[in-house]
């Protein structure tokens, strides 16, 4: 029975995000450590709308505002329920799924100690992802139109700083690169981005966290503590203690040595509407970043807005291959001379390859577009 109820709870739990998870027993196991038999119940009265109001909660579920309270603060904990007001002021309750964005960022994004139990939660979400890709790739071709009408998931925003020798990455605007419909100007600066909010909130990088706890440190940096989040998103994250508020100049410390490390900058927006404010930006690596990782293991395909394209002169670039081992994409590959050969279609213009190229040789075109690459077919 209970059994039964897991497996319902699941599906409503799977229904609210956007990746097609298998119903197997590794989520059962892992839905089990997470979620307690009594709350099952409360989830599921989530399955035909995942955001709503106390008042339909009650009707939905048949609980009292108590009960419900009493189900909001433990699931809240849990990174499942997200409880903020809505623009009117109206309390909303709405379902969070198991990843993009839900239990497992909550659950990394704090700070959490060594210990069996907590090993034993990274294992088996590690061992879900494996057992996604392999589902993924066992149905390539049913589910790559999915990924074709999927908004973008994030926004680059690059590095506009000096560069390593000491000048400014140049940029050109690029106007073959406008997209006509996509007339919306974002913030394309993350101090920019930092100077909007009056509330700023930071917690663990959830991807290098469970990283940690799989004994595979990040390659790149030591920095543990620079996921951003904002307005609600960041009140969400202080109040349930996945994070805690900071000011605007200790974020700004924060994402300096984030860049120094060579991070990229990801900025997410509310439904991936980018003229709409961001909710968090993250600073990620090419080695434990869920995206960068997911897309490299036929998982996920990397869908991206971005107001920049990388361009390299060939006539400065020396072969170095620093851009190459850098480019969190794969987006660059040696030539037949071995100098630097970017691939349009899959550069998320993260400005990496710039910031890195010790003879300049890297610019960035700037023209709004969104980048499509499709998970690599890893299998015939
Ligand atoms: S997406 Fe990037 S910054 Fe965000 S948690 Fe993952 S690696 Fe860290
Ligand atoms: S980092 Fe610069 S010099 Fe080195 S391969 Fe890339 S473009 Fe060429
Ligand atoms: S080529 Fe790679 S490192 Fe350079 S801007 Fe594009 S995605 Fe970033």
């Not at 939660?121 to 996604?132: H, V, Y």
């Not at 139109?145 to 908004?151: A, I």
């Not at 981005?193 to 930071?202: M, N, R, T």
Request: aromatic share 8%; charged share 25%; proline share 4%.
């Amino acid at each position: 029975m209970s059994e039964e109820k897991y497996k319902k709870a699941a599906r409503t739990i799977v229904k609210a995000g956007i990746f097609p998870f298998p119903i197997n027993n590794t989520m059962m196991e892992l839905l089990k450590l997470l979620i307690d038999e009594e709350q099952l119940n409360f989830i599921m009265a989530f399955t035909k709308k995942p955001s709503q109001t106390m008042e339909q909660l009650k009707k939905r579920s048949k609980m009292s505002k108590d009960e419900i309270n009493t189900h909001v603060d433990k699931l809240a904990k849990k990174g499942f329920i997200f409880n903020q007001p809505n623009s009117k002021g109206i309390m909303v309750y709405r379902l969070m799924p198991l990843v993009m964005v839900g239990a497992f960022e909550y659950t990394f994004m704090k700070k959490i100690e060594f210990s069996k139990e907590n090993e034993k939660i990274a294992i088996l979400f590690a061992k879900l992802w494996d057992e996604l890709a392999d589902f993924i790739q066992d149905n390539y071709d049913m589910i790559l139109p999915l990924f074709q009408r999927m908004l973008p998931f994030d926004r680059t925003v690059p590095f506009l700083d000096k560069n390593i020798e000491g000048e400014e990455i140049q940029i050109t605007i690029n106007k073959e690169l406008e997209v006509p419909e996509e007339k919306v100007i974002t913030t394309q600066n993350v101090e920019e981005i930092i100077q909007k909010f009056d509330e700023i909130a930071v917690g663990h990088c959830f991807c290098r966290h469970h990283q940690d706890l799989l004994s595979n440190p990040c390659k790149q940096t030591d920095i543990r503590e620079n996921c951003f989040t904002f307005g609600k998103s960041a009140k969400y994250v202080a109040e349930q203690g996945f994070g805690r508020m900071i000011s605007k100049q200790e974020a700004l410390t924060i994402l300096k040595a984030s860049e120094k490390d060579g991070l990229v900058h990801k900025a997410w927006h509310p439904h991936s509407d980018i003229s709409k404010a961001e909710t968090s930006i993250c600073n990620c690596c090419k080695c434990c970043c869920g995206i960068f990782d997911w897309w490299r293991k036929g998982t996920t395909a990397i869908i991206n807005s971005t107001n920049f394209l990388s361009y390299i002169d060939k006539n400065m670039c020396i072969g170095c291959g620093t851009c190459m081992e850098k480019c969190p994409v794969d987006a660059i590959q040696g030539d037949d001379n071995n100098k630097a050969e970017r691939t349009a279609e899959w550069c998320i213009g993260c400005g990496v390859c710039a910031h890195f190229c010790p003879e300049n040789a890297i610019s960035l075109l700037e023209g709004m577009r969104t980048v499509f690459v499709p998970p690599p077919r890893l299998r015939k």
